[in-house]
């Protein structure tokens, strides 16, 4: 999710997030109506789609989220355990393409203190991204078991969840740190301001 450091908040990157979104939405339909939901090149451009619009639309709705919503919980942390988040980290990492989101962000670690408040924003906006990514492909995945697309919900839910479910939770696991990190400078400063240097 690299356009978070090109489209930022407010208005106009709400406006885009919209527009991409809607824009992500019709091609959808549009595929469903002119390929057809059980075509087997029907699951990659759903894909290709919402790889590219993800993007686009995370930078503006991860601005206009409430914060609350991007708070993480020890019970949710559990549930990334369970579900190998930790493990597909490890794997992203294995690969290279976290490598990549570091350079595309300018950080040279995965959690750099200097740019907290930066690494928040590109993680919300990651977040966000793959969010709306993954409510595409669970939608159109419901579609297709409902026309009997078998074969093409299978590959949608697939490619959803490996493509924008498990990164979603990947980047909340990062909010997670990213509030502990928080938390420790807060007490710290605190114990300093009381204490003296």
């Known amino acids: 999710m690299s356009r978070s450091d090109h489209v930022s908040g407010g208005g106009a990157g709400v406006a885009v997030a919209a527009v991409t979104a809607l824009a ?43 914060v609350h919503w991007t708070r993480v919980s020890s019970r949710e942390l559990n549930w990334h355990r369970r579900l190998g988040v930790a493990r597909f980290d490890r794997l992203l990492e294995w690969i290279g393409w976290n490598r990549v989101v ?68 990947l980047q909340r696991s990062t909010l997670a740190r990213i509030q502990r990190l928080r938390r420790t400078r807060s007490v710290h400063s605190s114990w300093h301001e009381e204490n003296g240097p």
């Open 102 to 169: 570091r350079a595309m962000r300018g950080a040279a670690a995965p959690l750099d203190r200097s740019a907290v408040g930066d690494l928040q924003r590109h993680v919300r906006a990651a977040m966000a991204g793959h969010a709306m990514a993954a409510v595409v492909h669970l939608a159109v995945t419901v579609a297709c078991l409902l026309a009997g697309s078998m074969v093409s919900a299978a590959v949608t839910a697939a490619a959803g969840a490996v493509l924008h479910g498990w990164p979603m939770l």
């Open 24 to 66: 992500g939405v019709a091609l959808v339909v549009t595929a469903w109506f002119v390929v057809g939901s059980s075509h087997a090149v029907f699951p990659a451009l759903v894909t290709c789609l919402w790889v590219g619009a993800a993007a686009f639309v995370g930078p503006g709705v991860g601005d206009s989220i409430p």
